[in-house]
């Protein structure tokens, strides 16, 4: 299967200031197409001839032969986050709705309790790498990870929601060195409607295939 670069779902001046024009460009039809070039080179180089979604391939990471489980790791996981990160991002600040709301209040105190672990996790993780709102199949819960280079959620049995990228490509063209400036100003930018339906859909797909779970009720 060929992967491909989806194009933005806005114009890519559309989340100026936070992010110009000219680094939104350089991040998804440089850095991100390179993933899907490299994963596709990657996979014609070992014959392979599935056709795993990125999702499956990431999940099943580590039965995939040896010689591959590092190129998907790499750019599997560099197409899958960037193609997250540019479907939860929208011009204009909005909010989540009540029903969103009320998981965050349960798991994270508060709106700014998420916000703030992000952060946290975000100005800590040495290097580069992504922070990570989660579904996390095992604990039936929402939770925040930080994940070095482009390692995804996916291969940890977590499902992504809302992602946040601090590579320095990221922000460096807009915020030099401060990742801690674009981490908050990246927080206005969330398109909290997409992160529902995500979480919804996970939801609704836990309920059907594993109906004994002890899951959360409300909400
Ligand atoms: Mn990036």
Redesign the pocket.
Known sequence: MKFTLPPLPYPSSALEPVISREALEL?HDK??KAYVDKLNEALDDAGWEGDESIEQLLRDLNTLPKALREDVRNFGG?HA??EL?WETLAPGIAKPSDGLLAHIDRHFGSLSGLREQFMDEGVALFGSGWVFLVWDEARSRLAVEALPNQDSPWSRGQVPLLPC?V?E??HYLDYRNRRADWIRDWWHLINWAQVERQLERVRASDEKTAPARTRVTQG
């Open positions: 991040h850095h991100h560099g986050n960037h990160l990228d590579w490509h990221a």
